[in-house]
């Protein structure tokens, strides 16, 4: 009986990463368990499609288990939620030489180009290392609630809707959390010489 406890459990995740340091072929299986709904919202957020999805969360597990080790993630969910985001954008990019969708990938970047502009042109091509670097400096300043909110929305492309639940607020008060960092974003950047 105990045996079949312990199959049940949910590793915690430095036995899991010890699980990749061994190339232990359960590795995957426990990460799958342990984050698949996580890492498939983030997918499903970016490219709206969920066979997509799928095929990004299990190249996911497959990069991880050829890149731990070497790496050693601190945070395993935040690991492998990065890994997702950027195989989700990758695919994206991919799959859209045509108009862009109505993802909430899409829809968090229309709400952005609002405060760092298009991103269309050579210059701001050029600038887009300075631009990070400056919302990083921008987030350290914010309340807590309007980072993780504005990271929520803009970093890992959750809906409205998933943003609200996940605070305990209204739709309405996400919105105008993200408004008005948007607002003040604007305004930071334009003091800080970032042109639009």
């Known amino acids: 009986m105990k045996g079949r406890k312990e199959e049940h459990r949910i590793l915690d995740d430095k036995e899991i990463i010890a699980l990749y340091q061994s190339r232990d072929e359960n590795a995957i299986r ?64 991919k799959k859209t030489s045509r108009k862009r969708g109505d993802t909430e990938y899409d829809l968090s970047l229309e709400e952005l180009a609002e405060c760092t502009g298009s991103g269309d042109s050579t210059q701001q091509a050029a600038d887009a290392s300075m631009l990070v670097e400056l919302i ?41 959390t993200l408004f008005s960092t948007r607002a003040t974003l604007k305004k930071y950047l334009e003091s800080e010489g970032y042109v639009l």
């Open 136 to 176: 990083e400096k921008f987030l350290y300043r914010c309340r807590d609630d309007e980072r993780d909110i504005f990271v929520c929305r803009y970093y890992f492309c959750d809906s409205l809707k998933e943003i609200a639940k996940y605070f305990g607020v209204n739709v309405s008060k996400v919105k105008n």
């Open 30 to 93: 426990q990460t799958e368990k342990k984050y698949s709904n996580y890492l498939t919202t983030i997918a499903l957020n970016i490219l709206g499609n969920r066979e997509d999805s799928e095929e990004c969360v299990n190249d996911t597990y497959l990069k991880a288990r050829n890149t731990i080790p070497p790496n050693i993630p601190a945070v395993l969910k935040a690991y492998l939620g990065k890994i997702t985001r950027e195989l989700s954008i990758d695919r994206l990019r």
